[in-house]
């Protein structure tokens, strides 16, 4: 993903003339997802007429694939750049509709057992990103955002931490492209991993959940697995997330003491802090998931709601594969990327370990 594209979709959206302006991206997205669609039910049909086993590859994979060929062949043209840069907030929505087939009692539950991980997790992946990073000699706030980055929610919680503790456009960049790099790997190479392995969509939804880092690719991980893996790693991905604001306020704290950004030193500026870099769809996520759980949706009403969340993460797919550049990767030098692998394959194998105990 080009760095200037991230965080991009609020801004050139807003108002009516931004949302003409992004019609043409959002088509674009449209179209890459429905052939995605297709290319997957091609696939099906064709090993189904002649007998012969083919890879099953999900839509979710086309759409990134289709994406990825456009962005690094033809290029984004200008006139669809403010609609591919709504993807993030398809993903969004796709989410809070999501919930529709949640029940409360269910994610606390999930929630419970997925906090415990995540705070393990946690400490292992920053532990190693740190200790890895000061060996191959990176700054230490290049390492701490690539710690922020793979415990937490990937690109959102690098944003965030950027401006609490002071990180330069060099540094963000890089961590960016690591953690992008590193998710798109995840995302094709954990559904293989669990197949083989043999976990049940629980297990698989609960180690993408924990292991993958950003929203988008944990999303698209879970639904290459199944369905039902999908929903399991939103929830706990949703987990993860609701603790980015406590996370980089931590962070923030200690680079305030070594000459950083100082900020949030009264507790009411801790909080506003927090609720700063609270990601609010997760609150949506959790209001319509309380709706379902009071009866307030039949079961027409949660497959519809279902069916929207699928377009809406289509179009999402589609976008994560336009908004990676293979060019601007490469121009970000190997060690950011080397850190931010050791610490994937140390978090996805202490994380299946982990789900293979608990569960």
Known sequence: ???????????????????????????????????????????????????????????VLWAI??????RNTVGVAAVFRPGVATYEFWLKIGIVLLGARYLLGDLVKLGGLSFVLIL???????TVILLVGRLFGLGGKLSSLLAIGTSICGVSAIIAGRGAIGADDEDSGYSIAAILALGAVALFSFPAIGHLVGLSDVQFGLW??????????????????????QDVAVAVKNTRNALIGV???????????????AIATTGRERVAFVWATFPK??????????????????GADKTS???????????????????FDLRELARTGWRPLVVAAAGLVVVAACSLGLVLVAT
């Open 1 to 59: 993903m080009s760095t200037t594209d991230v965080g991009t979709a609020d801004t050139t959206t807003a108002g009516p003339s931004g949302l003409v302006r992004a019609i043409p991206g959002i088509l674009l997205l449209a179209v890459i997802g429905i052939v995605g669609v297709g290319l997957q039910a091609g696939l099906r049909a064709i090993g189904a007429s002649t007998g012969t086993r083919l890879p099953d590859i999900e839509y």
């Open 65 to 70: 694939l289709l994406g990825l060929l456009v």
């Open 120 to 126: 393990v997790d946690m400490a292992v992946a920053t």
């Open 208 to 229: 993408a959940g924990l292991a993958v880092d950003n929203t988008a690719e944990t999303t698209a991980t879970g639904a290459a697995f199944s369905p039902a893996a």
């Open 247 to 261: 996370v980089v306020l931590v962070y923030a704290a200690y680079w305030a003491t070594r000459g950083g950004r």
């Open 281 to 298: 769809f997760v609150l949506g996520f959790l209001a319509v998931a309380a709706l379902g759980t009071a009866g307030f949706f039949s």
């Open 305 to 323: 709601l279902g069916n929207l969340s699928k377009w809406a993460f289509l179009l999402c797919f589609a976008g994560v594969g336009l908004n």
